[in-house]
């Protein structure tokens, strides 16, 4: 059974700067990409950042250059590392492992930016 732990959120004034660890446990078989969305309140969910299986990386207008996707094939880990965070980032970050066949989510960690 494939599990997802998310944990590394917080709460940091504008400007600050977190990590958000994403630990997979399990096997996924057809593994496509992997990625971090977030909710704000009363809002949809929004893509933040994507790595796809051979590298490539994708991140909304409003993260680039701020955030940096990344993993650690060793430890099933997948990191999201948030620079100069802002008010507007305040939301429930959720990871989310992709295979061929289904969608896995984790339970989410929340992140507060206080001006």
């Known amino acids: 059974q494939v599990q997802l732990v998310e944990s590394g959120g917080g709460l940091v004034q504008a400007g600050g700067s977190l990590r958000l660890s994403c630990a997979a446990s399990g096997i996924i078989f057809g593994f496509k990409d992997m990625g971090w969305y977030r909710q704000a309140p009363g809002k949809q969910r929004e893509l933040v950042a994507t790595l796809t299986r051979g590298g490539d990386t994708n991140y909304a207008d409003s993260v680039e250059g701020r955030f940096t996707i990344s993993r650690d094939n060793t430890k099933n880990t997948v990191y999201l590392q948030m620079n100069s965070l802002k008010p507007e980032d305040t939301g429930v970050y959720y990871c989310?492992?992709?295979?061929?066949?289904?969608?896995?989510w984790g339970q989410g960690t929340q992140v507060t930016v206080s001006s």
């Open positions: 989310k492992i992709s295979s061929i066949s289904r969608d896995y």
